[in-house]
């Protein structure tokens, strides 16, 4: 682990978003640019932060300044739903989610029953996400414990917020990905003890989803959360039309999709459902009700053809929202590609998305959609010190664009159009650097 016992300072211009907001026309209020601040990080948390020429006097002598003064820091961005499996096979043709799943995904996750593959998979992805500028994710592993222990391994190094589980599936998928009620819930209860709350790592329950599980399957694992309440509860919902129509044949006796997960005690605060691109009136009020979140996962959704997210949607209902790449149908680890591609998602629908409601997505309402508000999203003293410092001139088209920038926002909103990794100089994990640029 990353030895967070010296302080680190951080001088630069900062971007953060204050507080949560109930509608988008708040978020402006809630933008706090500092162009020349410092942060100071003790133990991993934020100890320091404001304005140079407030609190330069009574910084450490001893500790070295840092100092990005062509850079732009942002708190870490949060991904709410990605596959560490799937990274070898992002960019797989011509298929929608079902056929997807049975071509592409199966195949790969089986190889995962080899630890070591999952080991080498594992550490591959975690360095993805530094790249990235990605600090936390809800990660996706495959049916074999063995695979959250790599992951979980692997961010430990780093001491980096890692949301992950076992994928609980005991039907309609191959024989060597296939796990029963009982161990599902024997397994899946082992990782909880082994992980859950061991430094920064976090445990999900996660049915792949409703087709994936028999109904024996979800009441264990509606079981196993009543046993552990604050471990999450990660799935997808309503992300495709073939889907949504086969989850109403198998589960005839429930009112809707959502209403399977409902049923079986799945929904609540701790509850995060992928895509949700085509959800019924009562189910977002179910959302609503149960205090659940969803995924958006523009860039899956445009890749698989499932539908255009109705985001407007979460501000009316009051539904708690992150942004997820839905890495290997989503065709980006990049959380700027992301905002790119849910921005154009909305303009399709006839909204707009504005830059600093994508930073509040990426960061504080991504961390409210997690539970982790209180730890994570901007640069309170007391939080967590996970943050990004980008380049926002990386290639010369955004040099010459950024040259022409009129205020922060346009600026962001341009490193949100032509931004990815080539843009992140430096990604800090628990007030560490834990990746730079070479
Ligand atoms: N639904 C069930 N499994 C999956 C998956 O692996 N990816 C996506 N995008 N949707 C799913
Ligand atoms: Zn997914």
């Not at 990080?41 to 932060?49: E, H, L, N, R, Y």
């Not at 990605?134 to 414990?145: N, Q, S």
């Not at 290997?328 to 591609?341: I, Y």
Request: proline share 4%.
């Amino acid at each position: 682990m990353a030895d967070s016992s010296q302080p680190t300072i951080i001088r630069g211009r900062f971007l953060d978003i204050q507080h949560l907001v109930s509608q988008p026309a708040e978020i402006k209020e809630a933008v706090r640019y500092i162009e020349d601040g410092v942060l100071m990080t003790v133990q991993g948390k934020i100890v320091c932060f404001g304005a140079w020429q407030d609190h330069q006097d009574n910084l450490p002598s001893d500790v070295e300044v840092k100092h990005y003064p062509d850079q732009l820091i942002v708190p870490g961005f949060i991904d709410t739903h990605i596959h560490y499996p799937q990274t070898e096979m992002i960019g797989a043709y011509g298929e929608q989610l079902l056929s997807w799943l049975n071509t592409y995904t199966f195949p790969t996750e089986i190889q995962f029953e080899d630890p070591s593959y999952a080991k080498h998979i594992a550490a591959f992805f975690v360095n993805q996400l530094l790249k990235h500028g990605t600090t936390t994710a809800l990660v996706f592993c495959t049916v074999h414990p063995a695979s959250v222990d790599a992951l979980f391994e692997q961010a430990s190094e780093i001491n980096m917020r890692l949301i992950a589980g076992k994928v609980m599936m005991d039907r309609h998928a191959p024989e060597a990905l296939c796990d029963t009620a009982e161990s599902s819930y024997q397994e899946s209860k082992q990782l909880i003890e082994k992980w859950h709350g061991q430094g920064r790592a976090l445990y999900a329950i996660t049915p792949r989803f409703a087709p994936t599980s028999t109904h024996a399957q979800l009441e264990r694992a509606g079981q196993l959360k009543a046993e552990f309440p604050s471990v999450y509860i990660h799935t997808h919902l309503s992300e495709n039309k073939d889907e949504i129509a086969w989850v109403k044949d198998l589960f005839p006796e429930r009112e809707g999709y959502l209403d399977v997960y409902h049923h079986y005690g799945l929904t609540g605060s701790h509850s995060v459902f992928a895509h949700c691109v085509h959800l019924e009136e009562q189910e977002w009020q179910c959302m609503h009700d149960t205090q659940s979140a969803i995924a958006f996962c523009p860039t899956s959704n445009l890749f698989l053809g499932s539908g255009l997210f109705p985001l407007q949607k979460t501000w009316d209902k009051q539904v708690k929202v992150g942004l997820g790449t839905d890495v290997g149908a989503g065709t980006s680890f990049s959380q700027l590609q992301t905002v790119n591609e849910a921005y154009k998602v909305q303009q399709l629908q006839g909204n707009k998305l504005s830059a600093f409601e994508s930073l509040y997505h990426l960061t504080l309402g991504g961390a409210k959609a997690l539970n982790l508000d209180h730890l994570l999203g901007n640069f309170d003293v007391g939080k967590e010190a996970d943050f990004v410092v980008l380049d926002l001139a990386a290639t010369e088209l955004q040099a010459l664009r950024q040259s022409k920038q009129k205020n922060i926002e346009d600026s962001l909103f341009a490193l949100f159009t032509l931004g990815d990794d080539r843009n992140v100089l430096a990604t800090y994990i628990d007030g560490k650097e834990a990746y730079y640029k070479v």
